[in-house]
């Protein structure tokens, strides 16, 4: 049986990804309670929040607010970029 190939999004459509790289990440279970605490979970939804090794993914709209929540938390966002490259980790 043969799949039907999915389309694709437009680029207009896609979630546009902020990548935070974060100060000393444990445990991220506490990163992602701090998130939770602060922002909800209909706000964890909107954020898109994704783990990308020990770097977060976020929907750009969200980004302030999740900076915010882990500073609240004593977590420190190191730097915040569109690509994964321009981390430079």
Not at 28 to 48: R, S
Not at 53 to 62: K, M, T
């Amino acid at each position: 049986m043969k799949r039907k190939k999915e389309k694709n999004l437009k680029p207009s459509l896609r979630e546009k990804k902020r990548y935070l790289l974060l100060e000393k990440v444990e445990d991220k279970e506490k990163v992602e309670k701090a998130i939770l605490d602060y922002i909800g979970i209909l706000g964890y939804g909107k954020a898109g929040i994704k783990w990308v090794g020990n770097i977060l993914a976020v929907n750009r709209e969200e980004v302030d607010k999740i900076k915010a929540a882990l500073l609240l938390a004593g977590i420190e966002v190191k730097k915040v970029s569109g690509t994964l490259k321009n981390l430079s980790i």
